[in-house]
């Protein structure tokens, strides 16, 4: 059986590819409203931890709704609510540090895949991410009969001892390019909805192809409101986050 | 029907071996497990292939459909449902973790009979269940419903119990409506407007929304529906100023552009100083609604200044379409009727009734006969008085947990004791079921059939439908089916399902539906399709307020808290959590979730100016007992940021002693604080209690998401 | 260090050594084994007698060709069939059930309860191996690719090893010639996630 030379192993991003797979996330809109967490961690089979464990920041959330407080009282207010999930950078810091290929380039979806079967927890992925979103599985976190009647099929259910993190619900975007070449079409855009953009009250989180320049989340992501987290990094994140305010004519 | 028969053929089904293959992991190939396949392929179902359900969220009141996704017989997944009017496709939080009350471990599995306050259940078949029903409504005037605010089609079916037997009418009532003070709302809209209603504020088409302590990104209403008003009012060409006033900054209030923390109870004389300030400067003349608010007294009283009064009077002016909201804790304070009413006028004054961005009567919900609302606190008291009277022999409680959710100063707990049989019929051992003699579990609300009507939030009339989407999972029995048997030859109807059809088969007839059927059978399987009815187009009214103007409003300076001695007294500001509401806390992925504003997890915290705290010598994390008249609670200090130096506030949702392992002994339950005070709608006047608090000395630690620094950090002096 | 040689040299010692190793690749070698034998079925289904009589596989697996798992048929799928067959319940002299084919009682037994049979994967990957049947029939690959000629088998059995290696290699070779269709068939996240 003569089988094929397998491409060698290289870095994948290249300067100027705009990626895929991307998110805006409209922090004007975003109410901070936790729906997002909730519905990734259903979708996901993502496990809670208890009250003791999530004080160690042990919470294995794949998204968390950042805010910060700026001035003293009277005068104090609330930074814009931040949803801060995996970045799916095209140049991610989290890759070339795994000993075992477990936190790779998918080449296929331009997304920064965490390979279970292979992840041996040396959790160096997590240190060298700059966004903090990578969550590691200190045990096997209890959920007693019949919670798991909730697991979703689709999603591998983790065990201890492994790395996981945001994966832009890659089981849906798999489900709608399946369904689209099955009808021999591209998948339309807002098609593949990850659980977060689809449970978003504000409609705040928009996602979709990046490669589409007519597509809604490529717009929003040309938009001059737009900013990327610790883009001086280098990381080339595949979210945008839009500030507002701008044209509010009381203001 | 046959419906419900092929329904459950449907799901009858394998479970045990695909959970069994889920279960297994990342592990090894389990090789030896088995895969069981239909016995009889249900219609449109393919192995393996996910089945969508629509059906209706009962998380809260509001309504908002549904899409379950269902596998091989389990719920996996809620999604909204795109086609309904409230919540066009999305869902909040406890919407999305509704799942998680279903396949909770803890939920009542079989009919029982215990003795009160004792845990352990005797299980007892479904017959003896109903003849005990049965029983009970052999004495009507002995009888006495106490009901949740969902869901309306059971609501409807006790009401036509009662009258069948010739007992009272059944009480509505939830923790929510109690802060949203819904009887205030609903009679100053009667006072202002001619009719009680919810109102529905277009806030996505204001250019100024001005709310008083309305948490409209929270609770308030139907969250889902006013997030999203608010998301259109922000994206719009024009991007809409949002301004709150209230004594801390709430989730709502941290989207505002402008948030003024005024004290708790002089809501109603800022609102009469804007009405004022903007009528004098628009018109030149203030009507006699306002003219009698003096405003320096009201800007001392209000802990505002005159400038601020002026800013927010120049907002109005500057306005194009500006809406003012009237919020839970701005309309449960002992003035808090006027307040709702100055609220409605000043709407008024603005003339937005009717117009876009402006004040609207929400159309009736579809097979409305007259507007239902929960009942106020002192409709609550009236039913604790006859029980304690002797009069109520039977309490028959369903979808609401009162020992819980109202303040124990109402006395529900020893009127109790005065019931000879008090009927639980919660799907959870809750602390009203555990005080109950029986409990008759009903389904869950996604194991069930039934209906609820959209009180506001949408332009258009709207009913939701709800169906099972999976085959109950306990020996449980839905309420309708176990009170249709008990009622026996009372009612016409056979069973739920019966029951639904005879009262939707009103709207098979009904113009501008969103799909219109030939005749009920088609019907009814579009209404289970598309999880409801609703009309294409909005038929909100605009309200008139004729002469509301001329009505003279008077308010009174809220009673400051003390500030002397040593022990200083605060203003207690009590709100429902974001993230649990009335009966999200035996949920484990809410109680996980951080909160919006202090980012706390699974425990209840007391939120404290930093300030005052310095000033007390009080750290994070140190657990301070809070004394009202009514009782004390023993509480770990968050110190926020953005709270009145003068009050201190407790989110409500966490203190249960019994419903389920999650909710249990958690965190503390504010409820225990509040006095019986009303105010003249009858809501509970909870917003202008006083406390003191205590150090203990002891130390909690509070878990939270924001790093352990906190907000100032370690040892930092401030 | 020079202790240990020591103990080494002992007769017993190696001799237990012996015995530990030949232990241990005896029962590697069971272990194997038992993942290469088919497993115990609640039904000697006959696959060769049903392909025999030109039933397409998709008829009673229809999954395959729309979605992830093949799916097994439901009894009432068999009873449709089995339920008249000429053979046995001919009207005019119907065969009484307990002189039909053991095999064929165990069938009607499990319909006549409305009891889903317990059948045993014989193909399964581990999950945290996403497989979907679609694509592959899609791209006209015929099921007996993977699963065997079943005309030639009763129960299923494991024809190939399946693991990743044989994955890999059967999508190498069915890329060579498209770069775009190789990255996407060895992507890690085309199956793990």
């Not at chain 2, 509040?674 to 203990?696: H, M, P, Q, R, Y």
Request: hydrophobic residues 40%.
């Amino acid at each position: 059986m003569a089988i094929p030379k397998i491409p060698e192993f290289k870095a994948e991003w290249k300067e100027g590819e705009e990626g895929r797979w991307g998110m805006a996330v409209d922090m004007d809109l975003c109410t901070g409203c936790q729906a997002c967490v909730v519905a990734c961690s259903m979708e996901n089979n993502v496990p809670f931890v208890g009250e003791a464990e999530a004080g160690y920041g042990r919470s294995l959330g794949w998204i968390r709704v950042e805010r910060l407080w700026e001035g003293q009282y009277p005068e104090v207010k609330m930074t814009p609510y931040q949803p801060v999930m995996c970045q799916q950078c095209g140049s991610a810091p989290c890759e070339p540090v795994c000993p075992v290929f477990a936190t790779v380039h998918s080449q296929a979806e331009q997304l920064n895949v965490q390979v279970y079967n292979r992840c041996v927890g040396t959790r160096y992925c997590a240190n060298n991410c700059p966004y903090v979103v990578r969550v590691f599985n200190w045990a096997d976190f209890d959920r007693p009969d019949p919670l798991p009647n909730q697991f979703n099929p689709d999603v591998t259910v983790r065990r201890r001892g492994v790395m996981e993190k945001c994966t832009f619900c890659i089981q849906r975007i798999h489900r709608a390019e399946d369904q689209a070449k099955a009808e021999g079409r591209e998948v339309l855009d807002g098609e593949a909805q990850p659980a977060c953009a689809q449970a978003c009250p504000a409609d705040a989180i928009v996602f979709g192809r990046l490669d589409d320049p007519e597509s809604r989340v490529s717009k929003l992501s040309r938009s001059n409101r737009g900013s990327h987290l610790l883009e001086e990094l280098g990381t080339q994140p595949r979210v945008t986050y839009l500030k507002g305010g701008s044209n509010d004519r009381l203001g | 029907m046959t419906d419900s028969f092929t329904r459950r053929d449907f799901l009858k089904v394998m479970g045990a071996g695909a959970a069994a293959t889920v279960l297994t992991g990342c592990g090894p190939a389990s090789r030896y497990v088995t895969r069981e396949p239909y016995t009889k392929m249900p219609e449109y179902t393919y192995n393996g292939q996910s089945t969508y359900y629509a059906t209706t969220c009962r998380e809260c009141a509001a309504g908002c459909g549904l899409i379950l996704r269902t596998h091989q017989g389990r719920a996996i997944k809620a999604e909204g449902n795109k086609f309904h009017p409230l919540n066009q496709g999305k869902t909040c939080a406890r919407g999305q973790a509704t799942l998680h009350g279903m396949y909770n471990p803890d939920r009542v599995q079989f009919p029982a009979q215990h003795a009160r306050g004792d845990a352990t259940l005797t299980e007892m078949d479904w017959d003896a269940a109903i003849a005990v029903v049965q029983k009970a409504l052999q004495d009507p005037q002995g009888t006495q419903f106490l009901l949740g605010t969902a869901s309306d089609h059971l609501f409807d079916l006790v009401t036509d119990v009662c009258q069948a037997v010739g007992a009272p009418s059944p009480l509505r009532f939830g923790a929510l409506s109690m802060f949203e003070a819904r009887a205030t709302l609903g009679e100053a809209s009667r006072a202002v407007f001619g009719k009680p209603d919810l109102l529905f504020f277009d806030i996505a088409n204001a250019d100024l929304v001005i709310s008083f302590g309305a948490n409209f990104l929270e609770t308030w209403l139907s969250p889902v529906a006013y997030t999203r008003g608010y998301a259109q009012m922000r994206r719009g060409d024009v991007r809409g100023h949002f301004v709150q006033l209230e004594p801390r900054l709430s989730e709502t209030a941290a989207k505002a552009d402008e948030w003024y923390p005024l004290l708790p109870g002089a809501e109603g004389l800022v609102v009469s100083a804007l009405g004022k300030l903007f009528a004098e400067q628009k018109f030149g003349v203030a009507p006699a609604a306002f003219e009698m608010v003096d405003l320096a007294a009201a800007a001392e009283a209000s802990g505002l200044t005159l400038e601020q009064f002026e800013r927010l009077a120049a907002l109005l002016l500057r306005a194009e379409r500006p809406v003012i909201l009237p919020g839970g804790a701005a309309l449960a304070q002992a003035e808090g009727l006027e307040t709702a009413k100055a609220i409605l006028t000043l709407n008024a004054l603005l003339d937005n009734l009717g117009k876009a961005g402006g004040v609207f009567h929400t159309p009736a919900a579809p097979l409305a006969d007259s507007y239902h609302r929960p009942a106020s606190a002192a409709e609550i008291s009236a039913l604790v008085k006859r029980m304690n009277a002797g009069e109520v022999n039977t309490l028959l409680v369903h979808g609401v947990n009162p020992l819980f959710e109202l303040p124990a100063a109402l006395g529900l707990e020893a009127a109790l004791q005065k019931v000879k049989t008090v009927i639980s019929f919660a799907t959870f051992p809750d602390e009203t079921a555990l005080a109950a003699d029986y409990i008759f579990p009903d389904h869950h609300g996604l194991e069930s059939w039934g209906y609820q009507r959209v009180q506001t939030g949408a332009g258009q009339s709207a009913l939701s439908g709800s169906q099972p989407v999976v085959v109950p999972y306990y020996n449980t029995r839905a309420t309708a089916d176990v009170l249709i048997a008990a009622a026996g030859d009372a009612l016409p109807f056979k069973d739920e399902v019966e029951f639904l059809q005879s009262k939707v088969a009103a709207l098979v007839e009904a113009p501008g539906g969103f799909y219109s059927a030939a005749d009920l059978p088609s019907f009814w399987a579009l209404f289970q399709q598309y999880g409801g009815w609703w009309q294409n187009d909005s038929s909100a009214s605009a309200p008139s307020a004729a002469g509301a103007l001329e009505k003279k409003l008077t308010f009174h300076a809220p009673e400051a808290a003390h500030a002397e001695g040593e022990h200083e007294e605060f203003s207690l500001y009590v709100y429902p959590s974001p993230i649990l509401a009335e009966a999200g806390a035996n949920k484990p992925w809410l109680q996980e979730i951080a909160d919006p504003t202090t980012t706390v997890m699974w425990n209840s915290w007391l939120e404290m100016n930093p300030e005052t705290a310095h000033h007390l010598g009080i750290e994070d994390d140190d657990v301070v007992r809070v004394i009202s008249p009514a009782g004390e609670v023993e509480v770990s200090v968050y110190r926020y940021p953005a709270i009145r130096p003068d009050v201190v506030a407790i989110p409500f949702g966490q203190g249960h002693t019994a419903y389920g392992r999650y909710a249990e002994n958690r965190g503390v339950n504010p409820a225990l604080l509040f006095s019986a005070e009303t105010n003249a709608a009858g809501d509970l006047a909870f917003g202008g209690v006083k406390v003191k608090i205590e150090k203990t000395g002891k130390k909690r630690p509070l878990s939270r998401l924001e790093s352990k620094m906190g907000v100032y950090g370690f040892g930092e002096e401030h | 260090m020079a202790n240990l040689l020591e103990i080494l040299k002992k007769k017993e010692v190696v001799l237990l050594l012996v015995i530990a190793f030949l232990a241990l690749l005896s029962g590697g070698a069971w272990a194997m084994y038992q993942t290469q034998i088919p497993p115990e079925q609640p039904i000697q289904f006959p696959h060769n007698i049903h392909v025999g009589l030109q039933i397409q596989c998709l008829y009673c697996h229809p999954g395959a060709q729309r979605q992830a798992s093949a799916g097994l048929p439901t009894q009432q799928k068999c009873w449709a069939c089995h339920g008249q067959l000429r053979k046995y319940s001919d009207p005019a002299a119907p065969v009484a059930l307990n002189l039909w084919p053991t095999e064929l009682q165990k069938l009607a037994g499990y319909v006549e309860r409305n009891e889903p049979i317990p059948w045993v994967p014989v193909y399964q990957v581990p999950d945290h191996v996403h497989f979907n049947h679609r694509p592959h029939i899609a791209a006209g690959f015929a099921c007996e690719t993977c699963h065997g000629d079943m005309s030639k088998k009763t129960v299923a059995t494991v024809g190939e090893t399946v693991n990743m290696g044989w994955c890999i290699n059967c999508h190498l070779e069915n890329s060579v010639e498209d770069p775009l269709k190789r990255t996407k068939l060895i992507d890690c996240a085309t199956c793990h996630y």
